[in-house]
């Protein structure tokens, strides 16, 4: 019997969700464990699964929308069933009479792609409120139809592709699966522009100084690149850029952070110079390639599992006491930051670790990230050393108790045990703490062991 498929709740209290894609089409057969939708959260693009065999009756909710949790985004039914009234089957299920299809392509949206906040485009169908009743979304010009060898791209590809006239059947992804992503339509674009002829040399009519004739065509070669997606053009002629779902997520947590949570900061610094030449002695022989930002995250395990009492985190029902350690590793993208989390950082090798990053670091970039890669985590290591800031303190990331802030290595003067002056190789971090679940000492207790381990670094090895 046909049943509808609703929005799922991919992450703890998410009210709502965008349809990012449909990867089926109406009247496409599934089976189980074949992704059917994608949603986009404010932080990760995630596939749907189906978790039983089935058939797509009808989409009820075009690509790019904003769905409610809980909201029915399509009718499905058993493999094989024949739905012979689909208004009827909708009715039955309580979403009202459904009026047939309106002839002609659903324009898709425009603001969607882009991650903008912005109601969707008045779909064919009349359905209840909350359910936009309308047929697949159609690709973009030039896409083959659907069970003719599907393209699988992310939303923000398909959008920059159809505004730029691509055709999409010409483009080759490279993205997970050969996805298509955004830099395969940015190349696109340019290759497209690269190979268009030069505009004819025909200067249009005298204009005042910087205007334009209104309808006079600008020269090729003077066109500026595209400005950012959903970007408006405030009175003093600035760009105003709507938030993106990333942004708005990041500001909501943050604020919450620093005006909830009571911070205060312990400042600490190590002499790298043997971590150096040990990462020197790895990379010789390791399958990946070895960062000091891989060693550091290595050593936060290891002083995690020296200080216990620091692997904990604050709720408002108790203290949360983690039985390993997952280390939130922060990465920075166009739209903003993430912290993927490493799954017991203390088990792993420093090549495992260095591998898991680079792919977190390259997914993060593509939007490719699953959003339980994204959720947990007993604590986070940023760095901002690689841009030359030498030291800088961050915001936590509630329940987490700690953030480890992490400088650039810089070659200075030290004094040595013995009292001579010497140069040496020093590193500057800095520790924020919920002093709610870690009190003064206990935090000095870590950083002493922390600062330890990287001036002893065979201790991150053994």
């Keep these: 019997m046909a049943d509808l498929l609703r929005m799922p709740e991919i992450a703890a209290n998410t009210e709502e969700a965008v349809l990012a894609g449909w990867p089926v089409a109406e009247g496409d057969e599934f089976a189980a464990g074949d992704v059917i939708a994608t949603i986009e959260t404010a932080k990760a693009v995630v596939d749907v699964e189906a978790p039983a065999p089935g058939a797509?009756?009808?989409?009820?909710?075009?690509?790019?929308?904003?769905?409610?949790?809980?909201?029915?985004?399509?009718?499905?039914?058993?493999?094989?069933?024949?739905v012979d009234d689909v208004d009827a089957a909708l009715a039955r299920l309580g979403l009202g009479t459904a009026t047939g299809p309106t002839p002609g392509p659903t324009p898709a949206p425009t603001t969607a792609a882009a991650g903008a906040p912005g109601p969707a485009p008045a779909p064919p169908r009349t359905a209840p409120a909350g359910v936009a009743a309308a047929p697949a979304t159609p690709p973009p010009a030039g896409a083959p139809a659907a069970g003719a060898g599907r393209i699988f791209a992310s939303p923000l590809a398909r959008k920059l592709a159809r505004e730029a006239g691509i055709p999409f059947d010409t483009l080759r992804g490279s993205g997970p699966q050969g996805r298509v992503v955004r830099a395969d339509v940015e190349a696109a674009i340019a290759a497209a522009r690269a190979a268009a002829p030069a505009a004819p040399a025909v200067a249009p009519p005298a204009a005042p100084a910087g205007h334009s004739p209104a309808g006079a065509a600008q020269p090729a070669a003077a066109a500026a690149p595209p400005g950012p997606q959903g970007a408006a053009e405030t009175p003093d002629g600035d760009a105003l850029v709507p938030h993106s779902r990333l942004r708005r997520a990041i500001a909501r947590r943050l604020t919450e952070s620093k005006s909830t949570v009571p911070h205060f900061y312990l400042r600490g610094s190590a002499r790298v110079d043997a971590l150096?030449?040990?990462?020197?002695?790895?990379?010789?022989?390791?399958?990946?390639?070895?960062?000091?930002?891989?060693?550091?995250?290595?050593?936060?395990?290891?002083?995690?599992?020296?200080?216990?009492?620091?692997?904990?985190?604050?709720?408002?029902?108790?203290?949360?006491?983690?039985?390993?350690?997952?280390?939130?590793?922060?990465?920075?993208?166009?739209?903003?930051?993430?912290?993927?989390?490493?799954?017991?950082?203390?088990?792993?090798?420093?090549?495992?670790?260095?591998?898991?990053?680079?792919?977190?670091?390259?997914?993060?970039?593509?939007?490719a990230l699953r959003q339980h890669e994204l959720e947990g985590g007993s604590a986070t290591v940023t760095n901002l050393g690689m841009y030359g800031a030498e030291e800088f303190s961050a915001i936590l990331n509630p329940p987490q108790a700690t953030i480890l802030a992490v400088g650039a290595a810089r070659r200075e003067p030290v004094v040595t045990d013995a009292g001579e002056l010497a140069v040496a190789t020093v590193l500057r971090v800095t520790l924020s703490v919920d002093h709610r679940a870690v009190d003064g000492a206990l935090a000095a207790q870590w950083m002493r062991e922390f600062v330890a381990i990287l001036e002893q670094p065979l201790r991150i090895v053994c």
Excluded: C, Y
């Design 56 to 82: 797509v009756v009808r989409l009820l909710v075009p690509e790019g929308t904003d769905v409610a949790v809980g909201d029915p985004i399509a009718l499905i039914a058993a493999p094989g069933e024949t």
């Design 276 to 367: 150096l030449a040990l990462r020197t002695e790895l990379n010789a022989a390791a399958p990946v390639k070895i960062s000091v930002n891989d060693l550091v995250v290595k050593a936060v395990g290891q002083a995690h599992l020296a200080v216990p009492q620091v692997n904990v985190g604050w709720t408002d029902a108790g203290m949360r006491v983690f039985g390993e350690v997952d280390l939130g590793v922060a990465v920075a993208t166009e739209g903003g930051l993430v912290t993927p989390v490493l799954r017991g950082v203390e088990r792993m090798s420093v090549s495992a670790v260095a591998a898991a990053t680079r792919d977190f670091a390259d997914r993060a970039r593509r939007g």
